[in-house]
């Protein structure tokens, strides 16, 4: 009898045992889902009734939401009911308002940028001017959020915005109209060098594609045999549209993307759906490490479908598809749902967000566990890390000291103070910020006390308390005076170190001022090598060409392309 009872209880056991290790069942899941739900919330209340200080309940559920949703990845975030204004405004461009970009300097909002022909242009603003009121509204104490949500409104309504201009005692006031602003997505599109048009495209909003197929069409108008299409810093936006702009180049019914993710009847497969504009214009696409997510497809599809030449730097590495789930109480749940695939096969996000680090951190997937794919010709590209372009050119990593004149805004309000006493400037073309100029923008920058680079002086003193600590001062003290004189800040050598650079910062600024967005980027072209490599290119056929082939295979007797070896094989072995 005793062991026929420990054979049912070892049967018991084994029987519980295997249904514990048995993957949990979708009731199960749920009732997992229902109680920390339950606890969650018994928890607030709790510390909403008993908690020493009274809380703010709708920061401690934000931060909750906030920190919860950090664990996955950077793409899905919880959207506020304030905030669904913003993300309309970033998938359609569109918004109410008077058409500037406003930051926070020195304590106060300033106008940064006001766009041309829209209603802070016309009214007078300008670069720089302080916002102290709006209307009747003291505007010394706003954030930049707060003074945003001041500016929009109905269209056509009128405010009166009373600025401070620097350089001026008596405060300036503008009425301003507001209007139905839409940002245009293509900063600057023209003919250059002779024959080869030219477009920088900004974001994926909607009708982005449109307005690339309208600059096409017309540099196609004005005499362009070639084109080059510049995504560098467009973060992209809309799928449909990166669709959009690809079919204007290749064939109706060519497959551009596909996302695969949970919901298996969620997947899908996006083709091009129209005749093309031009299948054979000679193409170049210029990527930098800020090209991300639609303009990764872009570039990415043109590459797998040997349509175009990829010049620049790695791009991002945004592979990751979100949707926007709508939440009680008008705000919303933007979530990743998929992860895409391009043409060839390959996938091009970047970080593994699923495996993270020990601490928390996470990494770029290594080029080492990375899979070859080919583009429609043979060429090798490979998933796991952005679009690396047929020809890389990588970006020169600028002086600490450019940087921290940007950040600061010594340079921006260097310009503005510069075009103070400058009505009007001679076109792009012929504009030249002299070394003369230079020489005063130095001065500027010492009457300022200007300071930057902290890091390195204290990492320095770090090391001198670790050397005296361990006894290494005495036999290595020239080596480090060595190091000292080279890495402590020096604000006369880095000027001069650095002059080239910062003079083409300073410059582009300036330009902005009276020639708006479209001058700054033909200013920019100037100095620009990512530029200057796609003209080599699109003006050197052959080497246009030979970019889109598979590299040759090297024989001890000779060279032999890929496709010349796939045909003598054919003529050697013909099945009769």
């Known amino acids: 009898m005793k062991k026929h009872f420990l054979i049912v209880l070892s049967t018991i056991i084994c029987l519980s045992t295997l249904a514990t290790a048995q993957k949990p069942t979708t009731k199960d899941r749920h009732f997992e889902i229902n109680k920390n739900i339950d606890i969650l919330t018994t928890i607030i209340k709790e510390i909403d009734l008993f908690y020493v200080d009274s809380i703010d309940v709708d920061k401690v559920v934000n931060r909750t939401i906030n920190s919860m949703l950090a664990q996955l990845d950077p793409y899905t975030v919880h959207i506020s009911e304030e905030e669904m204004g913003d993300l309309k405004f970033m998938t359609t461009g569109e918004y109410a308002g008077i058409g500037s970009i406003i930051s926070y300097q020195d304590s106060n909002v300033v106008i ?15 670069a720089g001017d302080i916002i102290l009121k709006i209307d009747d509204k003291d505007a010394t104490n706003l954030n930049v959020q707060e003074v ?17 201009r620097p350089g001026e005692k008596k405060e300036r006031v503008f009425k301003v109209v507001r209007e139905k602003i839409a940002i245009h ?41 070639s084109l080059i299409l510049d995504l560098r810093g467009n973060g992209g936006g809309i799928l449909e549209e990166a669709v959009r702009i690809v079919n204007l180049f290749v064939p109706k019914g060519q497959e551009v993307v596909s996302t695969k993710g949970k919901i298996k009847q969620w997947d899908r497969v996006v083709s ?33 479908l040997d349509r175009a030449v990829v ?49 928390g951190s996470v990494g770029r997937i290594p080029d080492s566990l990375t899979t070859v794919f080919h583009t429609r010709n043979g060429r090798e590209v490979r998933d796991g890390g952005g679009i690396t372009p047929d020809i890389t050119i990588e970006e020169a990593r600028p002086g600490t000291i450019s940087f921290y004149l940007m950040t600061e805004n010594v340079i921006f309000n260097y310009a503005t103070q510069w075009a103070q006493n400058q009505k009007s400037i001679p076109s792009v073309e012929d504009f030249t910020y002299t070394d003369e100029e230079y020489e005063g923008f130095k001065e500027y920058v010492k009457s300022i006390d200007f300071e930057y680079d902290r890091i390195s002086e204290k990492t320095l003193k770090s090391l001198s308390e670790v ?12 080596e480090f005076k060595a190091l000292e004189d080279k890495l402590v800040p020096n604000l006369d050598r880095d000027l001069e170190t650095f002059k080239d650079e910062i003079k083409s910062l300073i410059s582009r600024e300036i330009v902005k001022r009276y020639h708006y967005k479209e001058g700054a980027m033909q200013e920019m072209l100037k100095t620009d090598k990512v530029f200057d490599k796609a003209l080599e290119v699109l003006n050197n056929e052959e080497l246009y060409k030979k970019t889109l082939q598979p590299p040759v295979v090297e024989e001890e007797e000779g060279t032999l392309e890929i496709q010349e070896l796939k045909e003598r094989v054919k003529e050697e072995y013909v099945v009769e």
């Open 148 to 164: 945003s949500n001041l500016l929009k409104g109905k269209p056509g309504t009128t405010l009166a915005i009373t600025v401070k």
């Open 185 to 225: 997505p293509i900063s600057y599109a023209a003919i250059v060098d002779n024959n080869i048009g030219y477009i920088h495209f900004d974001t994926f909003t909607e009708d982005g594609a449109q307005e690339v197929k309208n600059s096409v069409l017309s540099l196609k108008e004005q005499g362009a045999q």
């Open 467 to 478: 050397m005296e600590f361990e006894g290494y001062m005495d036999t290595a003290a020239e």
């Open 272 to 304: 091009t759906t129209e005749q093309p504009i031009d299948s054979i214009i000679p193409l170049v696409v210029l990527i930098d490490n800020t090209s991300a997510s639609a303009s990764e497809i872009v570039a990415g599809t043109l590459q797998d």
């Open 112 to 126: 940064n940028e006001p766009y041309r022909n829209l209603p802070a242009d016309k009214s007078g603003l300008k």
């Open 311 to 359: 010049v620049g730097d790695r791009s991002f590495g945004k592979g990751l598809v979100q949707t926007v789930r709508e939440l009680p109480f008008g705000s919303s749940l933007k979530v990743t749902t998929s992860k895409y695939y391009i043409p060839s096969g390959r996938g091009i996000q970047a970080m593994d967000y699923t495996h993270r680090n020990p601490d």
